[in-house]
């Protein structure tokens, strides 16, 4: 089965220095990998996603995720952390196939991971 | 504005009120689906919607039912809510994977807020 794990619950990181947040994957065939990230009281907003092709991955707020097929990882990062980034994180990968055999559009995620960034 | 907007944001309630959390989204996208988030558990899937009239079981469907009438409206209805249902919901869309070269990323409403006493 599909799955996704986030190993943090956590992470701190000081205004300024890079950040990195984990997530390793488990898939049969090749993965779709998400980033999804969630501001207090609000929904969850897409901000990148592997498909297939280059294994750096640019999405929003300049944030991007390296796709890494031996160590099955997919590591969001970004350079220099704003304390405005500060929310939930989440991986996701979509299931590999529906029930009636074809393509599905369901996505599932990881546990989450808490990006604290101090001023 | 694209979007899927979630109806009430919050809600408290008792065991076996009958409730429906609307779910409406303008972007005409064929999939529909409903999460719950709790903590430490990350988000599971309740039910999902691949069209109109078409619905099916997520992971975690007890206690849940759900109807696809019309193509932007889906609804999620707790016949007889029980404390364990107390959680955050949220809906998503998106265009079925395959179709229109979408790789079927999910959006999703502002989440409602649900407790049942």
């Known amino acids: 089965a599909q799955s996704v794990a986030q190993p943090e619950d956590q992470v701190n990181v000081a205004e300024g220095n890079p950040l990195t947040v984990k997530c390793t994957y488990s898939?049969?065939?090749?993965?779709?990998l998400f980033w999804y990230v969630q501001y207090p009281n609000r929904g969850l907003q897409f901000l990148l996603k592997y498909i297939t092709g280059d294994n750096l991955v640019k999405g929003s707020y300049g944030f991007e995720a390296e796709f890494n097929k031996s160590q099955t990882s997919f590591h969001l990062k970004k350079p220099s952390a704003l304390v405005s980034d500060s929310a939930l994180y989440f991986c996701?990968?979509?299931?590999?196939?529906?029930?009636?055999?074809?393509?599905?559009?369901?996505?599932?995620f990881g546990t989450g991971t808490l990006l604290a960034v101090q001023p | 504005e694209a979007q899927v907007t979630q109806n009430p944001r919050y809600l408290i309630t008792v065991t076996g009120k009958k409730l429906t959390v609307t779910c409406s989204q303008n972007?005409?996208?064929?999939?529909m689906s409903w999460y719950r988030q709790d903590p430490g558990l990350g988000l599971r899937q309740i039910y999902y919607s691949m069209n109109v009239e078409v619905t099916d079981k997520g992971d975690v469907p007890e206690g849940y039912k759900v109807s696809r009438k019309e193509k932007r409206n889906f609804p999620l209805i707790l016949e007889s809510p029980s404390p364990n249902q107390t959680s955050l919901y949220f809906c998503a869309s998106s265009y079925l994977s395959g179709g229109t070269g979408s790789t079927g990323e999910l959006f999703f409403g502002e989440g409602s807020r649900l407790t049942v006493l």
């Open positions: 996701a990968v979509r299931d590999a196939v529906g029930i009636y055999g074809g393509a599905t559009n369901k996505l599932i």
């Open positions: 898939v049969s065939g090749n993965p779709y």
């Open positions: 972007m005409n996208h064929e999939y």
